[in-house]
C-alpha cells in the first residue's frame, strides 16, 4: 500500500471517528441545554432515539465504500461462480420469506375459523423449531474451517443478516423496550439505562467497522483468541484471551437462556425450566452438530422471524394512535402528550395519596429494621393473638385462614427478616415518588444542574452513568467474541466491511422501532388504562398479572380506581404484551413470542459455539491445525459446547439479575479484556507481548474487582458501610474503569519491555 493511500486512511479514519464522538458523547454530555424540537420530537430525545443511530449508520456506509474503492483486494473464489452462488442465495431467501408470511396467514384464518389457542402456539412453536433443527442437521460438518468459519463464503448481505440477528438478543428483543418505557431518557442515578441502550449497542459498530473487524479478517484466523496467538506469540496471551472469551460469554448466554425460558413456558404453558430445556434442545441441534456453518444459516431465517415480530406490534400501535402505521416517524406526536400527562399526574391527589401510602409503607419498614429481633418476635405474637380471638368469637374460616397464612410466611430468623424488610423499604422507597418512581419519558438526566447543591450532584451522577454505561457498550461490542468471530465468516476483508454495514442496517431497523414501542405503550396505559375501576380492566392485564415481575397492581389508596403509580410494568413486559395491549389476534402474540425465542436462541447458538471453541481451539489444542487433529479439534469443541449448555441452563433456571442488567455487565467484562490489548496490537508495531498480557489482565482485574465488590449479598457477610461507588458509577458499568486501566498498563509495560520477536512488530497490519 503506498504511503498516500495510507495518509488518505488515517485522514478517513479521524474524521469518522471524530463524527462518531461527536453524535455520541458530544451530543449526549449537552442533551440538556439543546432546546428546541426536530419536527414533533423534542431535539434531545431525538437525537439520542434516531439521530445519532442514523448518522453511526452513515459512517460504517461511508467507511466500506470508500475503504473498498481503495483497496482492490483477490477474491479467493471465482467471481462467475461466487454470483451464481449469491443468486441462489436469494432466491431460496425469497420463497422462505414468502412461505413464512404464508404460513402466518393460513395460521391466522384457522384461528379465526376456531382453531383453539393452544393449537396456534403449538403448531408455530414446532414449525419453528423444527426448522432450525432441520438446518441444524442439513449443514451438519466435521471440517474444521466449515465447522468454525463457514467455510469463509458467506455474502456480507447474508453475513449481516445473520450477525443481526447474532446480536438482537433477547435483551434487545424482549427487554430494551421496557427498559425505555421505565427509565425513559436516561434513567436515574441508581437505575441508569433508557437510551444509553440504543447509543451503546449502535454506535460501538462504530468501531467494529474502524478499528477491528477488516483487519482481523484479514488475518484469516478461526477464533478471537487466535488473534493474540498470531500477533504476539507465547502461550499466555491466547489462554488468558480464550478464558476470557468464556467469562463474558457464559454470562452473556445465561440471560439468553433466561429469555428461552420466560418465552417458551409463556408459548406453551410448561414450567420455566422445562421450557429452557426444551428450547435448548434447538440451541444444540444447530451449534452442535453443524457450528458456524449450521448457526450462519439458522440465524438468517431467525432475524426474519423477529424483525417481523417486533415490526407488526408496533407498526399497529402506531396506526391505531396515529393514523401512520410507520412508528418510528408517527410516535413523536405522543410524546408531548406524555409530558402532559405526566405533568398532571404529578399534582393529582388520587397520585399523592398513592405516593404517600407508598411513603407509610417505607417508614414501617424503617422503623422494624432498628430491631430487627424485637419488631420480628412482636409481630409474631400479634399475628398469634390475633388468631386466639378469632377463633374465641367463631370468625369466618377465610378469615382464620389468612391469618395463619401471614403467620406461616412471617421470616424464620432476624438475618431472613432483615433481607425481606431491607428489600421492601428500599422498593416502596422508590415508588414513593411521582410517577411511581419511574423516570419522565423525556427527561435528559435526573436531578437540575442550577437546583440545590443535592440536585446538581444528581445531575452530575445520573449523566455519568449515562455516558459510563453508553462506553461500556460501544467498547464492549467492539470487544466480544461471538461478534468478531461472524465477521471470519465472510469471502475477504472487503465483505467484512460490507458485512458490517449490512449487520448496523439491520439493527436499526429494530433499533429505530424499540423507543417507539415504548412510547406508545406508555401513552395507551396512561391515557386508556389509568383512571379505569379495578373491575373494568381488560383482561390481558389480569393474565399477565398471574407473574408479578411481569405485571403488578393493586389498590393502594382504597379507592377503587386504577393509579398510574399503583401499576408496575416490568422491563420484559412491554414487548410480550403488545399484541395483546394493541388487540391483535392470538397468532400475533404468537409471533412475537417466536421471536423473542429466535432472538434468544440465535444468540445463544452464536455464544456457546464461542465458548466451545474457545475451551478446545484455544486452550486445548492452543490452535494446533494438522489434519490428523482437525477432526478430534471439531469433536472436542462439540462436547465442550453441549458441557457448557447444560451448566448455562442450571444457572439460568435459578432466575438471576434482569436479563438487561446480565448482558451490560458482559460488556463491561469483553471491553476490559479484549479492546486495550486488540486494538494496540492492530495499530502499534510497539505493542508488546508482556504488555498484552499485563493490560488484558489488569483491565479485567479491575472491572471484575469492582463489581464483586458491589455485589449486595458481599457487602452485608463482609459488613461494609459507607459510599462503595467510585465517582458514583454503577457496577453495571465497571468497564468504564477496566477499559483505562488496560490501555494504560499495556501501554506502560510495552515501553517497558522489548518485543520477544520481530514477528510481533511485523504483524501490525497497516490501514486499509
Not at 167 to 176: E, G, P, R, V, Y
Not at 458 to 472: G, K, P, T, V
Not at 582 to 588: D, E, N
Amino acid at each position: 500500500m503506498s504511503e498516500a493511500t495510507t495518509r488518505r486512511n488515517w485522514r478517513l479514519h479521524a474524521v469518522l471517528l471524530a463524527l462518531w464522538f461527536v453524535f455520541s458523547f458530544g451530543f449526549t454530555f449537552f442533551a440538556r441545554d439543546l432546546s428546541g424540537s426536530f419536527f414533533s420530537w423534542p431535539l434531545a430525545y431525538w437525537m439520542a432515539a434516531q439521530g445519532a443511530l442514523l448518522v453511526f449508520v452513515g459512517i460504517v456506509v461511508v467507511f466500506a465504500v470508500l475503504a473498498n474503492r481503495r483497496e482492490v483486494e483477490a477474491s479467493v473464489f471465482d467471481a462467475g461462480a461466487f454470483r451464481l452462488y449469491t443468486s441462489t442465495l436469494h432466491r431460496r431467501f425469497f420463497v422462505f420469506v414468502v412461505g413464512l408470511l404464508l404460513f402466518l396467514g393460513a395460521l391466522g384464518l384457522a384461528e379465526y375459523w376456531g382453531l383453539p389457542r393452544a393449537w396456534v402456539a403449538g403448531i408455530f412453536l414446532s414449525v419453528t423449531l423444527v426448522l432450525y433443527a432441520v438446518i441444524g442437521v442439513f449443514a451438519r460438518t466435521a471440517d474444521a474451517n466449515e465447522y468454525y468459519v463457514a467455510g469463509r463464503r458467506i455474502p456480507g448481505f447474508y453475513n449481516g443478516m445473520a450477525t443481526a440477528a447474532d446480536w438482537m438478543s433477547a435483551a434487545s428483543f424482549i427487554s430494551l423496550a421496557g427498559g425505555l418505557y421505565s427509565q425513559g431518557f436516561s434513567g436515574s442515578g441508581t437505575q441508569p439505562g433508557g437510551l444509553a441502550y440504543v447509543l451503546g449497542w449502535t454506535g460501538g459498530f462504530c468501531l467494529v467497522a474502524l478499528l477491528v473487524a477488516p483487519y482481523l479478517r484479514r488475518m484469516n484466523l478461526y477464533t478471537v483468541p487466535d488473534f493474540f496467538r498470531v500477533r504476539f506469540g507465547g502461550h499466555w496471551p491466547r489462554r488468558i484471551a480464550a478464558w476470557s472469551a468464556v467469562l463474558c460469554s457464559f454470562t452473556y448466554v445465561v440471560a439468553q437462556l433466561y429469555g428461552v425460558g420466560l418465552i417458551t413456558s409463556r408459548l406453551t404453558g410448561v414450567h420455566f425450566e422445562i421450557g429452557i430445556l426444551l428450547a435448548l434442545g434447538g440451541v444444540l441441534v444447530c451449534s452442535f452438530l453443524g457450528g458456524m456453518r449450521a448457526v450462519t444459516w439458522t440465524q438468517v431465517t431467525q432475524y426474519v422471524v423477529i424483525i417481523l415480530a417486533f415490526l407488526i406490534p408496533v407498526s399497529w400501535l402506531s396506526y391505531q394512535q396515529t393514523g401512520n402505521p410507520f412508528a418510528p416517524i408517527a410516535f413523536g406526536q405522543q410524546l408531548a402528550k406524555i409530558t402532559q400527562m405526566e405533568q398532571a399526574f404529578g399534582v393529582s391527589p388520587d397520585e399523592q395519596a398513592v405516593v404517600a401510602a407508598y411513603a407509610s409503607r417505607a417508614e414501617e419498614f424503617k422503623r422494624k429494621l432498628q430491631n430487627v429481633e424485637a419488631s420480628l418476635a412482636e409481630e409474631r405474637d400479634e399475628l398469634r393473638r390475633q388468631l386466639r380471638v378469632l377463633g374465641d368469637s367463631k370468625a369466618p374460616d377465610a378469615l382464620v385462614q389468612s391469618t395463619r397464612k401471614a403467620l406461616a410466611s412471617l421470616p424464620k430468623d432476624a438475618i431472613e427478616a432483615k433481607e425481606i424488610w431491607t428489600r421492601g423499604m428500599v422498593e416502596n422507597s422508590e415508588r414513593a415518588q411521582a410517577l411511581g418512581g419511574m423516570a419522565p419519558q423525556t427527561r435528559a438526566f435526573a436531578g437540575d444542574p442550577n437546583g440545590t447543591p443535592e440536585s446538581q450532584a444528581e445531575f452530575q451522577h445520573s449523566r455519568a452513568n449515562f455516558l459510563a454505561l453508553m462506553f461500556c457498550l460501544m467498547i464492549g461490542t467492539a470487544g466480544l467474541p461471538h461478534l468478531l468471530t461472524r465477521f471470519y465468516t465472510t469471502p475477504g476483508v472487503s465483505q467484512a466491511r460490507s458485512s458490517v454495514a449490512w449487520s448496523l442496517v439491520f439493527i436499526a431497523l429494530l433499533y429505530l422501532s424499540a423507543p417507539a414501542l415504548a412510547v406508545l405503550v406508555k401513552y395507551e396505559i396512561m391515557a386508556n388504562i389509568v383512571g379505569q375501576p379495578f373491575e373494568q380492566l381488560p383482561s390481558w392485564m389480569l393474565q399477565w398479572s398471574k407473574d408479578p415481575n411481569l405485571l403488578s397492581f393493586s389498590d393502594v389508596n382504597k379507592d377503587g380506581v386504577l393509579q398510574f403509580a399503583e401499576l408496575k410494568v416490568g422491563a420484559d413486559l412491554v414487548m410480550l404484551a403488545s399484541p395483546d395491549i394493541g388487540g391483535l389476534p392470538y397468532v400475533v402474540s404468537v409471533l412475537v413470542a417466536a421471536g423473542g425465542l429466535a432472538a434468544a436462541l440465535s444468540t445463544a447458538d452464536g455464544l456457546l459455539l464461542t465458548i466451545g471453541n474457545a475451551l478446545a481451539h484455544d486452550v486445548y489444542f492452543e490452535g494446533k491445525s494438522n489434519k490428523a487433529e482437525a477432526m478430534r479439534r471439531v469433536m472436542l469443541s462439540k462436547f465442550a459446547l453441549l458441557v457448557v449448555a447444560l451448566m448455562a441452563a442450571y444457572a439460568a433456571a435459578q432466575r438471576p439479575a434482569g436479563i438487561l442488567h446480565l448482558v451490560s455487565a458482559s460488556f463491561s467484562l469483553a471491553g476490559a479484556a479484549f479492546v486495550p490489548a486488540m486494538v494496540l496490537g492492530i495499530f502499534w508495531k510497539g505493542m508488546s507481548r508482556a504488555g498484552a498480557v499485563a493490560g488484558m489482565l489488569a483491565g479485567l482485574g479491575t472491572t471484575v474487582l469492582y463489581m464483586v465488590l458491589n455485589i449486595p449479598v458481599l457487602r452485608q457477610w463482609f459488613d461494609f458501610t459507607g459510599d462503595h461507588l467510585w465517582f458514583g458509577i454503577q457496577p453495571v458499568s465497571a468497564g468504564v474503569f477496566g477499559v483505562p486501566v488496560g490501555f494504560a498498563v499495556a501501554i506502560a509495560v510495552s515501553l517497558l519491555t522489548v518485543s520477544e520477536s520481530s514477528e510481533e512488530r511485523d504483524l501490525a497490519p497497516p490501514l486499509g
